[in-house]
């Protein structure tokens, strides 16, 4: 199993651009369909986006959609979220996760309390947007 650590959150005005980073040890990485969620404060944690195991097919939720896109490198074992656009209300914490055999569409309808069947999950990383 994959371990998962975000980086690239950080404060940012609304309007302006962040990039996560998600790095996965090991070398099974390809073989997992990844998706970034996030949770704002007092809310349920919501789909953010996915991408297939070969990074040729991606899934957005409404909110994000025209101003968020998700890729991946497998030769670095990484997953990326590229987030243009940002508004006050993109405020959250930002979380990796993968698994090994659910798809990326599969992963947009998991939804609380169901997101424990996720198997790897990353421990996070702030996104504050001011306005």
């Known amino acids: 199993q994959v371990e998962l650590v975000e980086s690239g959150g950080g404060l940012v005005q609304a309007g302006g651009s962040l990039r996560l980073s998600c790095a996965a040890s090991?070398?099974?990485?390809?073989?997992?369909?990844m998706g970034w969620f996030r949770q704002a404060p007092g809310k349920e944690r919501e789909f953010v986006a996915t991408?297939?195991?070969?990074?040729?097919?991606?899934y957005y939720g409404d909110s994000v959609k025209g101003r968020f896109t998700i890729s991946r490198d497998n030769a670095k074992n990484t997953v990326y979220l590229q987030m243009n656009s940002l508004k006050p209300e993109d405020t959250a914490t930002y979380y990796c996760?993968?698994?090994?055999?659910?798809?990326?569409?599969?992963?947009?309808?998991?939804?609380?309390?169901?997101?424990?069947?996720?198997?790897?999950w990353g421990k996070g990383t702030l996104v504050t947007v001011s306005s």
């Open positions: 991408i297939s195991r070969s990074g040729d097919a991606t």
């Open positions: 090991g070398r099974t990485f390809r073989n997992y369909a």
């Open positions: 996760a993968g698994d090994l055999t659910k798809t990326a569409a599969g992963l947009t309808r998991i939804a609380q309390p169901m997101f424990y069947t996720i198997s790897t």
